[in-house]
């Protein structure tokens, strides 16, 4: 599938240089999600393991993606976006990787699935030629939600005032100026739904364990009885080793309420209130705290 993607994706580059009108191209791949099948080409490359493997290939992909807009003389008008949606998953083999150098997360703790920063915090790379200035950077949160604002931003004037309610630009970030948000804090949850809230520096989770599939789960959490929240404070504790959720309660309150609050509006950003997706909305997966928050 992967050669397929790389070889479609390059026509259609080619062919949209030729037409001269703007175009979009999304190239969700296949990899380096489950199945892990580098090609017969690929395989043994890494000198690690079939997921390194794979993951080599992916990159080359990109690179032939990268290679035709520049060859096409497409690069100064051209806005290439690179992410992923979450952590690396454990079918990747997790364990082994890390006895062979390869940290997945890099110092962050958990992967795919979890409400700790190794599920959620992920690579986000843009090239724009001309306009955004190389190596630059921002130590800004932002979240995949925010293409939709930040795409607006670019193209149109305005969007109706119920698109996209949680969706921030960071336009601005492009050209090494602050994101302007009026969203006090970014919502996300693990696989199993347990919900976190992040704020400047600050992370809440509604969890007393991982929330997704790192040890401990939340069964395993609960016999153990851990907290029923956990807050850590990411400037000064990225590895989020110390809860401190008993010790600055008052910041978990107001995270919790400001949670509650989005909830109820069924937004995050200024605007009239929206209607969520599902209700009723369950707050607390694994039991809610004594006293409540």
């Known amino acids: 599938m992967l050669p397929r993607l790389a070889e479609q994706s390059v026509r259609y580059i080619e062919h949209a240089a030729a037409d001269a009108r703007p175009f979009f191209l999304y190239v969700p791949l296949s990899s380096p999600h489950t199945p892990i099948v580098p090609s017969d080409a690929w395989k043994g490359k890494s000198g690690i393991s079939d997921y390194a493997d794979f993951v080599m290939q992916t990159d080359d992909v990109v690179g032939q993606i990268i290679n035709a807009i520049d060859t096409n003389n497409l690069a100064e008008e051209t806005i290439v976006i690179f992410t992923s949606d979450n952590g690396c998953s454990k079918a990747a083999d997790i364990d082994e990787l890390a006895k062979k150098g390869h940290r997945v997360s890099g110092p962050y703790r958990g992967s795919k699935a979890d409400l700790w920063e190794g599920g959620h915090r ?103 009885k851990l907290p ?50 599902a209700e009723p909305i369950k707050l607390w997966k694994s039991g809610s705290p004594t006293p409540d928050l």
């Open 122 to 224: 992920v690579p986000f790379f843009a090239r724009w030629s001309g306009e955004i200035p190389p190596r630059s950077h921002t130590s800004q949160t932002i979240c995949i939600t925010d293409f939709f604002a930040t795409l607006a931003d670019l193209l149109i004037d305005d969007i109706p005032d119920k698109a996209a309610e949680d969706s921030v630009s960071f336009l601005s970030a492009f050209y090494g100026q602050p994101i302007v948000s009026d969203r006090t804090g970014l919502i996300h949850s693990s696989i199993s739904g347990h919900f976190g809230y992040r704020m400047n520096h600050w992370k809440l989770l509604l969890a007393r364990g991982s929330g997704g599939w790192t040890a401990p789960k939340e069964s395993a959490a609960k016999q153990q």
């Open 228 to 277: 029923a929240y956990q807050l850590y404070n990411m400037a000064t504790d990225p590895t989020e080793s110390q809860n401190l959720g008993s010790e600055q309660r008052d910041i978990a309150h107001k995270m919790y309420a400001l949670l509650r609050t989005d909830i109820e509006q069924g937004r995050s950003t200024t605007g009239p209130e929206t209607t969520n997706d």
